[in-house]
């Protein structure tokens, strides 16, 4: 379960981040950095996923574990 402090600092990472970026995931699709953001605003189904997947990412980042099943991809 994610919770209120954690969904504010998802939403603090994605203000921070490039415009241009999208993330692809086979379970939930494509999307934009505000389309992610409105997600995750809205803590909906998609929001609380991608909010998952940005605790996990952190987590094994402080590990020093990487994750290769993430592509993040910038045009």
């Given amino acids: 379960m994610v919770t209120e402090q954690e ?3 998802i939403e603090k990472r994605l203000e921070a981040w490039n415009e ?5 995931c ?3 699709g494509n999307y934009t950095k505000d ?3 409105e997600h995750v605003k809205a803590r ?4 609380k996923k991608l909010a998952e997947i ?3 990412y952190l987590k094994k980042l402080k590990e020093r574990k990487w994750f290769c099943g993430l592509y993040w991809l910038v045009y």
């Fill in 7 to 9: 969904f504010n600092l």
């Fill in 20 to 24: 241009k970026f999208l993330i692809v």
């Fill in 26 to 28: 086979m379970q939930l």
């Fill in 35 to 37: 389309e992610m953001l």
């Fill in 44 to 47: 909906d189904k998609v929001g």
């Fill in 54 to 56: 940005q605790l996990y």
